[in-house]
């Protein structure tokens, strides 16, 4: 019996080994390729150690938004801020993530002035995010954000841990290279209450979770306390969108509201404030223009704050 | 909790060692250790259904000791048939019920006579089909004097609910699995060596193969209109792979699964795509379903013995009802009807006992005779598969007119990626091991230790790399 458990030990010890230093291997080879913050949306394949920066913005798409298509550079040029974006689109990414990304970008000796959340009540009302198991498929294997995410507390984590390193095998990840999105110039011309209807109506498969929001608050909580024990000021915007409010809306808002009381934390409901058709490429999606737009007229205010 | 799941991944070592470990290696301990974790793995999957299985495992335990008891005559055919009536009654509920009502209703239908039937919203307990025939042959074997009745419940319960085959077989016999649950089992390294080799070939086979066959094989079959006779022949043949290795290999992990707790199950698969005739093919698919319903249902009705004409009739009955077995669509028992066809040839010339043995036995090569035949066979299931696999019987008919049309020629536009560089891997390891139990028995090959350690880690490697682990049911988990 020994003998056997001895043996299955070492198989799977040295298959562990071996998996590692392949994806290792394909990791470099990619990470090599040398990625900028808009080039990707991968957060470690451009995340560097101990650097400053004026500005960190997270989030889910409305928040990478910032950065896609280049916008990266138009925003840190209106806001004359080093800019670093960790936000995480496509439903990958909840609340949960997302805290555990700014913890990592702490611990590896990166300082940042300012944290803007752009808290999307969807990532809010939604517990898709944190269940989420691709959620570093385009992320390079690094042993110490293996490591940390092993003791960080979250749903799923073997599974997404498991997907992290497989994932480095796959075409996908093979075929990574540096490209921008070219500035997003498609516009809406009006807006189309039919597509709007088609879109909450997925979004209101589950109907609004209260458990999830809970457990969201709780997480987004954590975040503010993260960020203040790194000396960030953290603030908290609500996005725009040009249906206006969000399903959700006020439970978000009320939260914001007790945030602040409990910390101080400065947040702003954007959500009416870009009601533009041209300004978007979806309903809530800024486009280029729109991002530019937004960023002259009311985040430059929020963050020269 | 699937065999490809991480959960398994973590219930099978703990269930493993506390097996060993902590049982004192007293047979009681062991016993109820495995009733416990079967238990558990078929309540993870709804533990409503786990009452099913005990009242279900209960009734046979209980009737069991009741026909060994009555002394021959009207009690124990009344016992006999009492469980009998109860097993296939629940069968018939949660598995056909909806079926007859709207078959019925059909029927009606054809004359003009509208008929509401109700219909049930149930849902399928999983693995009813495997341990009600569990069940059903004990009784029958009782019945037939075949064995004693089994007084300790958690022995009996253990054989039925014994975890790696409780969900999707083999089905087993009391007469083979009984003995080894009342014998104190002893570690084994060789044999658990080979368990755990047989499920990771077991493993290679569903992830690897299996579930990668299995988003194409689903989108040609779900839409087969927007395909070309050439792109549904592929599709075909994907499913062929696709239904062999799911099942092949969820029998190899479960074979391996039990040889780790010293418990040899049944054989279930024998390579069957090297099979040169329809008789030698279910000799080799399927074994301990197909050898059941020949013990309890083709021997009872006669079998052969009175003469060609009943050995057919009795032939396409097993058939039949095999295929309805499957499931609950006229799929099945056209699939099953096609598949008596195919042996009504060979049972009239007295050729369906010709290949018994395993094609080009100790040869490298197969003849071309032998290839010819494997070639002919596989056509033969693969135009069979179509009805197993299309979801109406029209749908099926239609589906094989496509593929015979012009655009058989066409050149084939569907992404395959790398699925027949696995496929050709995996028929190169089931020829070279076909005198073996599965496609990996490298126990009996000379070869040095670091080769044997080198290709599994490469094997374990490639699981790794390209299974797919989105957590695909094992096809089989539906009948």
Redesign the interface.
């Not at chain 1, 080039?39 to 910032?66: C, D, P, T, V």
């Not at chain 2, 703990?14 to 902590?22: D, I, N």
């Not at chain 2, 296939?88 to 709207?102: E, P, T, W």
């Not at chain 2, 043949?237 to 092949?248: E, N, R, T």
């Given at each position: 019996?020994k003998?056997?458990l001895r043996?299955?030990a070492l198989?799977i010890i040295?298959?562990f080994i071996?998996?590692t230093l392949?994806a290792l291997a394909t990791s470099h080879m990619v990470y090599n390729r040398g990625f900028e913050n808009w080039e990707s949306e991968s957060n470690l394949l451009m995340m560097k150690k101990n650097q400053e920066y004026g500005l960190l913005i997270m989030g889910i798409s409305h928040a990478r938004n910032f950065t896609r298509h280049k916008n990266h550079l138009r925003v840190e040029k209106i806001l004359d801020k080093k800019m670093i974006n960790i936000g995480i689109g496509g439903g990958d990414c909840g609340t949960n993530d997302q805290h555990f990304y700014l913890k990592y970008f702490y611990s590896t000796g990166n300082k940042t002035e300012k944290v803007l959340y752009v808290l999307s009540p969807t990532i809010m009302t939604k517990g898709f995010g944190n269940k989420a198991s691709n959620t570093f498929e385009l992320e390079p294997l690094r042993l110490d954000f293996f490591g940390q995410y092993v003791c960080f507390k979250t749903d799923n984590k073997?599974?997404r841990l498991?997907y992290y390193v497989?994932s480095k095998?796959s075409r996908k990840w093979f075929g990574l290279k540096p490209k921008s999105l070219e500035i997003k110039k498609s516009a809406l011309e009006k807006l189309d209450s039919s597509k709007i209807k088609e879109g909450l109506k997925l979004l209101l498969v589950e109907g609004e979770r209260l458990d999830e929001f809970q457990r969201n608050s709780q997480m987004v909580e954590e975040t503010i306390r993260l960020a203040r024990a790194n000396q960030s000021e953290i603030v908290f915007i609500i996005p725009p969108a040009l249906f206006g409010k969000w399903m959700g809306h006020f439970k978000v808002m009320d939260f914001l509201e007790a945030m602040n009381t409990k910390y101080g934390t400065r947040y702003y409901d954007f959500s009416e404030s870009v009601l533009i058709p041209k300004y978007y490429y979806d309903h809530h999606h800024l486009n280029s223009a729109g991002i530019e737009y937004f960023t002259e007229n009311y985040l430059k205010e929020v963050i020269d704050h | 909790m699937l065999f490809n799941s991480?959960e398994f991944a973590l219930f099978l070592p703990v269930v493993f060692l506390l097996y060993?470990f902590a049982t004192g290696k007293s047979l009681k301990a062991q016993n109820i250790l495995l009733l416990v974790a079967s238990y558990f793995f078929y309540g993870s999957w709804d533990y409503r259904f786990l009452f099913l299985l005990i009242f279900s495992t209960f009734l046979d335990y209980f009737t069991g000791i009741k026909i060994h008891e009555a002394k021959p005559g009207r009690m124990k055919t009344f016992w006999l048939w009492l469980s009998i009536s109860i097993n296939l009654g629940f069968l018939g509920v949660f598995k056909y019920f909806n079926f007859f009502a709207s078959s019925f209703a059909d029927l009606l239908g054809m004359f003009g006579i509208q008929a509401g039937f109700v219909t049930l919203n149930v849902i399928l307990p999983v693995g009813i089909s495997f341990y009600t025939f569990h069940g059903l042959s004990y009784v029958l074997d009782l019945y037939n004097d075949r064995i004693k009745p089994e007084r300790n419940y958690v022995n009996y319960a253990v054989f039925v609910s014994f975890f790696p085959l409780l969900v999707a077989g083999p089905i087993e016999r009391a007469t083979h699995l009984l003995p080894q649950i009342i014998k104190k089992r002893v570690?084994n390294?060789s044999q658990?060596?080979d368990g755990?080799q047989q499920i990771i070939w077991g493993l290679f086979k569903k992830v690897v193969v299996a579930d990668n066959c299995a988003p194409i094989v689903n989108n040609i079959f779900e839409n087969p209109g927007a395909f070309s006779g050439s792109e549904l022949l592929i599709g075909v043949v994907l499913f062929a792979f696709q239904i062999y290795c799911d099942f092949s290999g969820y029998s190899d992990i479960a074979l391996g699964t039990a040889r780790l707790f010293g418990i040899t199950l049944l054989r279930n698969f024998a390579f069957p795509y090297f099979a040169r005739d329809i008789a030698e093919f279910w000799r080799r698919w399927h074994i301990s379903l197909t050898t059941w319903f020949r013990d309890y249902l083709y021997i009872p009705l006669g079998g052969s013995r009175g003469g060609k004409w009943m050995s057919v009739r009795n032939t396409f009955i097993v058939f039949l009802v095999s295929g309805f077995w499957h499931g609950a669509n006229w799929t099945f028992i056209v699939w099953g009807f096609l598949n008596a066809l195919y042996f009504l040839p060979l049972l009239l010339m007295n050729k369906n006992r010709q290949n018994m043995e395993i094609a080009a036995k100790g040869k490298w090569l197969p003849s071309l005779k032998d290839l010819a035949g494997m070639a002919v066979t596989f056509s033969l299931t693969l135009l069979a598969w179509v009805f197993f696999r299309a979801d109406s019987v029209s749908g099926a008919f239609i589906f094989i007119r496509d593929i015979f049309s012009a655009s058989l020629f066409a050149a084939p536009d569907i992404k395959l990626h790398y699925i027949w560089v696995f496929i050709i891997i995996l028929l190169v390891f089931e020829w070279i091991f076909r005198e073996q139990q599965y496609g990996l028995q490298f126990n009996e090959v000379r070869l040095h230790k670091s080769l044997k350690?080198s290709f599994?880690?490469a094997l374990?490697?490639v699981i790794?790399?390209f299974g797919n682990?989105n957590k695909t049911e094992f096809i089989y988990f539906a009948f």
């Amino acid at each position: 019996m020994k003998r056997y458990l001895r043996n299955t030990a070492l198989f799977i010890i040295a298959l562990f080994i071996l998996v590692t230093l392949l994806a290792l291997a394909t990791s470099h080879m990619v990470y090599n390729r040398g990625f900028e913050n808009w080039e990707s949306e991968s957060n470690l394949l451009m995340m560097k150690k101990n650097q400053e920066y004026g500005l960190l913005i997270m989030g889910i798409s409305h928040a990478r938004n910032f950065t896609r298509h280049k916008n990266h550079l138009r925003v840190e040029k209106i806001l004359d801020k080093k800019m670093i974006n960790i936000g995480i689109g496509g439903g990958d990414c909840g609340t949960n993530d997302q805290h555990f990304y700014l913890k990592y970008f702490y611990s590896t000796g990166n300082k940042t002035e300012k944290v803007l959340y752009v808290l999307s009540p969807t990532i809010m009302t939604k517990g898709f995010g944190n269940k989420a198991s691709n959620t570093f498929e385009l992320e390079p294997l690094r042993l110490d954000f293996f490591g940390q995410y092993v003791c960080f507390k979250t749903d799923n984590k073997y599974e997404r841990l498991f997907y992290y390193v497989k994932s480095k095998f796959s075409r996908k990840w093979f075929g990574l290279k540096p490209k921008s999105l070219e500035i997003k110039k498609s516009a809406l011309e009006k807006l189309d209450s039919s597509k709007i209807k088609e879109g909450l109506k997925l979004l209101l498969v589950e109907g609004e979770r209260l458990d999830e929001f809970q457990r969201n608050s709780q997480m987004v909580e954590e975040t503010i306390r993260l960020a203040r024990a790194n000396q960030s000021e953290i603030v908290f915007i609500i996005p725009p969108a040009l249906f206006g409010k969000w399903m959700g809306h006020f439970k978000v808002m009320d939260f914001l509201e007790a945030m602040n009381t409990k910390y101080g934390t400065r947040y702003y409901d954007f959500s009416e404030s870009v009601l533009i058709p041209k300004y978007y490429y979806d309903h809530h999606h800024l486009n280029s223009a729109g991002i530019e737009y937004f960023t002259e007229n009311y985040l430059k205010e929020v963050i020269d704050h | 909790m699937l065999f490809n799941s991480f959960e398994f991944a973590l219930f099978l070592p703990v269930v493993f060692l506390l097996y060993w470990f902590a049982t004192g290696k007293s047979l009681k301990a062991q016993n109820i250790l495995l009733l416990v974790a079967s238990y558990f793995f078929y309540g993870s999957w709804d533990y409503r259904f786990l009452f099913l299985l005990i009242f279900s495992t209960f009734l046979d335990y209980f009737t069991g000791i009741k026909i060994h008891e009555a002394k021959p005559g009207r009690m124990k055919t009344f016992w006999l048939w009492l469980s009998i009536s109860i097993n296939l009654g629940f069968l018939g509920v949660f598995k056909y019920f909806n079926f007859f009502a709207s078959s019925f209703a059909d029927l009606l239908g054809m004359f003009g006579i509208q008929a509401g039937f109700v219909t049930l919203n149930v849902i399928l307990p999983v693995g009813i089909s495997f341990y009600t025939f569990h069940g059903l042959s004990y009784v029958l074997d009782l019945y037939n004097d075949r064995i004693k009745p089994e007084r300790n419940y958690v022995n009996y319960a253990v054989f039925v609910s014994f975890f790696p085959l409780l969900v999707a077989g083999p089905i087993e016999r009391a007469t083979h699995l009984l003995p080894q649950i009342i014998k104190k089992r002893v570690f084994n390294y060789s044999q658990a060596v080979d368990g755990m080799q047989q499920i990771i070939w077991g493993l290679f086979k569903k992830v690897v193969v299996a579930d990668n066959c299995a988003p194409i094989v689903n989108n040609i079959f779900e839409n087969p209109g927007a395909f070309s006779g050439s792109e549904l022949l592929i599709g075909v043949v994907l499913f062929a792979f696709q239904i062999y290795c799911d099942f092949s290999g969820y029998s190899d992990i479960a074979l391996g699964t039990a040889r780790l707790f010293g418990i040899t199950l049944l054989r279930n698969f024998a390579f069957p795509y090297f099979a040169r005739d329809i008789a030698e093919f279910w000799r080799r698919w399927h074994i301990s379903l197909t050898t059941w319903f020949r013990d309890y249902l083709y021997i009872p009705l006669g079998g052969s013995r009175g003469g060609k004409w009943m050995s057919v009739r009795n032939t396409f009955i097993v058939f039949l009802v095999s295929g309805f077995w499957h499931g609950a669509n006229w799929t099945f028992i056209v699939w099953g009807f096609l598949n008596a066809l195919y042996f009504l040839p060979l049972l009239l010339m007295n050729k369906n006992r010709q290949n018994m043995e395993i094609a080009a036995k100790g040869k490298w090569l197969p003849s071309l005779k032998d290839l010819a035949g494997m070639a002919v066979t596989f056509s033969l299931t693969l135009l069979a598969w179509v009805f197993f696999r299309a979801d109406s019987v029209s749908g099926a008919f239609i589906f094989i007119r496509d593929i015979f049309s012009a655009s058989l020629f066409a050149a084939p536009d569907i992404k395959l990626h790398y699925i027949w560089v696995f496929i050709i891997i995996l028929l190169v390891f089931e020829w070279i091991f076909r005198e073996q139990q599965y496609g990996l028995q490298f126990n009996e090959v000379r070869l040095h230790k670091s080769l044997k350690w080198s290709f599994m880690l490469a094997l374990g490697l490639v699981i790794f790399i390209f299974g797919n682990f989105n957590k695909t049911e094992f096809i089989y988990f539906a009948f």
